[in-house]
């Protein structure tokens, strides 16, 4: 994937741009990422939060993550598309949802996280440990 990303939601109010960190993609099963996108699990691109730049229409969900720390999810509040998701835990990175890029073929999952809440549906997209 190109280092420079561009991104934004389904209607176009709002838009991103940030570089790839050098951190694997991923696909992730956990819970919130179900009951956030409606679907078994979230695909995940990390960028570089220093270099992160997005439009300031984006709203922000709060929820309490995994790790028991803070975690954001930035949506669009007229299309309601998800584009983003940040945890206090790592402060360096921001994900975004790989289908929420300009280019989003661009993707390629390389690993799965929390596979064991994946959903009997999906336990097929699960990427296991090699
Ligand atoms: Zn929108
Ligand atoms: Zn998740």
Redesign the pocket.
Known sequence: MTKEVNGG??????RYKGARLDAPMFRCHCRDCQQLTGTGHSEMVPLELSTFVISEDVRTYQMTGGSGRPTYSGF?P??G?QMTRRSDRMSDRIYVHASSLDEPRLYVPEKSIYGHEAQPWDVASVIEET
Request: proline share 0%; with cysteine.
């Open positions: 939601c389904k209607c176009g109010l709002v669009c007229v299309c598309a």
